[in-house]
């Protein structure tokens, strides 16, 4: 089964920008029909969809976020991006990368990375 | 945009049944996913399609949905069940996706 990895900076300045990579092993990225999403957890908060990017490199996002927020495939390494403009201390978080074949439901997770955001 | 509510904490006796609900406006006319979180773990599916288990996941974990509420069913409680549980949906319409808002379940 594929298995997912997290990884980036640990802390970024306020107004900065956040930049964190997933990357895939246990099957190609683009060798399926697969969705890659992002999403993110506060710190005993709930969980918050970011978006997603598709086998096709299609892509949809959360309207919260749409105007910050970039995902991206590198298929020669086999990952993909997030990028989110603009941070401020409310984008604090756990992020997670997901993935599904079926549209619905996200399985599996990567373990996640902490992202705080302080000057 | 969607809104999926949940109870913020349940608390059941081991060996006894715990209900989550997830409500939604007509959630019944959409799948219902539930994933279980362990503190300092992500997010794991226990339940998709309302009520089908993935491999590894016990019988006891059930769910239903009706009308304007999901169920998640964990039925003789252990100890180890002890998590944070999320209901999530996808909007084909939009192709966006809403989690509730979460339920600690606490073993007594």
């Known amino acids: 089964q594929v298995q997912l990895q997290e990884s980036g900076p640990g802390l970024v300045k306020p107004s900065q920008t956040l930049s964190l990579t997933c990357t895939v092993s246990g099957g190609s990225i683009s060798s399926h029909n697969y969705y890659w999403h992002w999403i993110r957890q506060p710190a005993g908060k709930g969980l918050e969809w970011i978006g997603h990017i598709y086998t096709t490199g299609s892509t949809n996002y959360n309207p919260s976020l749409k105007s910050r927020v970039t995902i991206s495939v590198d298929t020669s390494k086999n990952l993909f991006s997030l990028i989110l403009t603009s941070v401020t201390a409310a984008d604090t978080a756990i992020y997670y990368c997901?993935?599904?074949?079926?549209?619905?439901?996200?399985?599996?997770w990567g373990p996640g990375t902490l992202v705080t955001v302080s000057s | 945009s969607y809104v999926l509510t949940q109870p913020p904490s349940v608390s059941v006796a081991p060996g006894k049944t715990a209900r989550i609900t997830c409500g939604g406006n007509n959630i019944g006319t959409k799948s219902v996913h539930w994933y279980q979180q362990k503190p300092g773990q992500a997010p794991v599916l226990v339940i998709y399609?309302?009520?089908d288990r993935p491999s590894g996941i016990p019988e006891r974990f059930s769910g239903s949905n009706s009308g304007n509420t999901a169920t998640l069913t964990i039925s003789r409680v252990e100890a180890g069940d002890e998590a944070d549980f999320y209901c999530?949906?996808?909007?084909?319409?939009?192709?966006?996706?809403?989690f509730g808002t979460g339920t600690k379940v606490t073993v007594l």
């Open positions: 399609y309302d009520n």
């Open positions: 999530q949906v996808w909007d084909s319409s939009s192709d966006h996706y809403v």
């Open positions: 997901a993935t599904n074949s079926n549209p619905n439901w996200f399985d599996p």
